[in-house]
């Protein structure tokens, strides 16, 4: 079943289509935003605000978002671990 996960500002992301979340500032991420930008492949849902995280899904599309990867990681395990019953 399909989850979906909010990235912040009301956009959500199909869980099940994540690869990754990674931090926009290493020299790596930048190039592979420059060229998803160029290819067209990225969507920018941080709402005018700073990238704090790059999401990579499994169809190559790059998504920005303002929050934290650390806040995007752990919403995504607390929904894995309710879905599990392993929360308390």
């Not at 994540?18 to 790596?28: F, G, K, L, M, Y």
């Amino acid at each position: 079943m399909s989850r979906l996960l909010n990235i912040g500002f009301g956009n959500v992301v199909n869980t099940d289509k994540i690869v990754c979340i990674i931090s926009p500032d290493s020299a790596p991420a930048k190039r592979l935003v420059q060229n998803g930008k160029n290819d067209g492949s990225v969507i920018d849902a941080s709402s005018g605000r700073r990238t704090k995280s790059v999401i990579i899904t499994d169809t190559g599309v790059i998504i920005l978002s303002a929050l934290a990867t650390d806040t995007l990681a752990g919403r995504f395990n607390d929904d894995v671990m309710e879905n599990r019953g392993d929360k308390l």
